[in-house]
């Protein structure tokens, strides 16, 4: 597994999951270009990106930077969905979820901070995403607004499940 760390972020994998896996944490992007090894950049706003490109042929090595899943024929979503599920928390989140989600308690986090008051953040910021893109997110984070959340909790959305309900953003 190659991880970089980014203003997204900054936690090291080791700080947020327990993984057997090798983990290297450099950034190699650039080595592994001038070594010749085929990549893949689907950071669309980054330099020479081809976001969801599709990965069509299968042959040597490849490296892919991305944040979502990779597009080809050979990606297999299943076996994806399983490796990430089987991934645990580490100690240290496993600490913050207890600060918040006692045994028993439904907590959600809203991020709903977003538009032009917040552009001053790096993962908020128009030149950090592609127009359409932006708009897309700032669509998306005004339809998940922490009011309407709560009001889904006090209206037994959760009724189902015993639990205080706590709901902050």
């Known amino acids: 597994m190659i991880w970089r760390p980014d203003h997204h ?8 999951v327990r993984y057997g896996g090798s983990v290297i944490e ?9 070594t010749g090894l085929r990549t893949r950049n689907y950071m669309e706003i ?3 990106a081809q976001f969801h490109e599709p990965i069509l042929e299968r042959k040597d090595d490849l490296y892919v930077r991305l944040i979502d899943t990779l597009v080809s024929p050979y990606a297999e979503f299943g076996r994806e969905q399983r490796f990430l599920r089987s991934l645990r928390a580490s100690d240290a989140m496993r600490d913050l979820y207890r600060i918040v989600r006692p045994d028993g308690d439904v907590a959600a986090h809203v991020r709903m901070a977003t538009g032009p008051g917040f552009d001053n953040l790096s993962w908020e910021a128009p030149a950090n995403w592609q127009p359409h893109r932006h708009a897309e997110f700032v669509t998306w984070r005004r339809r998940s607004d922490a009011a309407r959340l709560q009001n889904w909790a006090n209206c037994g959305v959760f009724s189902l499940i015993p639990c205080n309900r706590y ?3």
């Open 9 to 16: 972020c900054q936690a090291s994998l080791a700080d947020l």
């Open 26 to 34: 450099p950034e190699i992007g650039p080595l592994l270009r001038e």
């Open 46 to 48: 980054e330099p020479g």
């Open 167 to 169: 709901v902050t953003n």
